[in-house]
């Protein structure tokens, strides 16, 4: 009897395929489960994408959300405004009825600056289609082509958000 050592399985063989069945098998629940994780990963993030998204909605929705009352009341602050200005004596004193008037003035300002209202008052700015409504145009000297030579009506933003354009009127380059 001789010792000799048993052949290896050759492809011939019926356990050979097998063996390559299993494997093949492997490989595939390999391959399922690194798709599933990948999709899990990616619902993950849609996730978290989707709750900043709302989170920042919602911020938005408050910070925002007296928008249209704040831009109601600038209607009041314009009249005040003018008010003032008819008050005003020759000399520039206000008559004793407008003293009442620039109080309720300032106390309007004050609540609109609380709720995040600035003034805009572009004189001597440049003009920006953005924040200023071209109402003429005038020639002038003194201010540069393309820039607000006077305002008619103040703009006012909410925020970083424009409520209202200002009103102006733009210098042009004199003949």
Do not use: W
Request: aromatic share 4%; hydrophobic share 40%; glycine share 6%.
């Amino acid at each position: 009897m001789t010792d000799t050592p048993e052949p290896a399985e050759t492809p011939t063989e019926p356990g050979f395929d097998e063996l390559e069945a299993l494997r093949q098998q492997i490989n595939d629940a390999e391959a399922r489960a690194a798709a599933a994780q990948d999709a899990q990963l990616r619902a993950v993030a849609d996730l978290e994408n989707t709750r900043r998204r709302l989170e920042r909605d919602a911020a938005n929705s408050l910070k925002y959300a007296a928008e249209k009352l704040l831009g109601e009341l600038l209607a009041v602050a314009d009249s005040l405004e003018l008010g003032l200005k008819a008050a005003e004596g020759a000399d520039g004193s206000v008559k004793a009825m407008g003293e009442g008037m620039e109080l309720t003035y300032r106390q309007l300002m004050s609540v609109l600056e609380k709720n995040g209202v600035k003034q805009l008052d572009p004189t001597g700015q440049p003009f920006n289609p953005d924040f200023h409504q071209a109402m003429s145009m005038a020639p002038s000297a003194d201010v540069p082509a393309n820039h607000v030579l006077a305002v008619m009506q103040k703009g006012y933003s909410l925020h970083e958000r424009l409520l209202r354009p200002a009103m102006v009127v733009v210098a042009r380059a004199p003949e």
